[in-house]
């Protein structure tokens, strides 16, 4: 199985940016389909973006389009996430996931599609 932990959480005010790296471990990154989630206190988790094996296919919830991006280097093990114009609406922790992939292309958006999951870092964003 794929270990998965986050880091580059932080408390910045409402306009800065922050990148979020998410390092595996453990097995064949590459093989896996990756995706970033986030959950605010008293929320659900929710879907923030995801993508394809090698970096082919992105996704991006309508709350954060344009505004973050999603990224993986697969020689280094690790998936991004590129948090730009930050909102106080942002505040969350915020969780990468993992699951093995047969092709691509695919790129999952739900929570329920994932099988590894890592701890889980703040952001928080001030106005």
């Known amino acids: 199985q794929v270990q998965l932990a986050e880091s580059g959480g932080g408390l910045v005010q409402a306009g800065d940016s922050l990148r979020l790296s998410c390092a595996a471990s453990?097995?064949?990154?590459?093989?896996?389909?990756m995706g970033w989630f986030r959950q605010a206190p008293g929320k659900e988790r929710e879907f923030v973006a995801a993508i394809s094996r090698n970096n082919g296919n992105t996704y991006y919830a309508d709350s954060v389009k344009g505004r973050f991006t999603i990224s993986r280097d697969n020689a280094k093990n690790t998936l991004y996430l590129q948090m730009n114009s930050l909102k106080p609406e942002d505040t969350a922790v915020y969780y990468c996931a993992a699951q093995v992939s047969i092709n691509n292309i695919v790129v999952i958006r739900t929570a329920h599609g994932y099988g590894y999951w890592g701890q889980g870092t703040q952001v928080t964003v001030s106005p």
């Open positions: 453990g097995r064949t990154f590459s093989n896996y389909a």
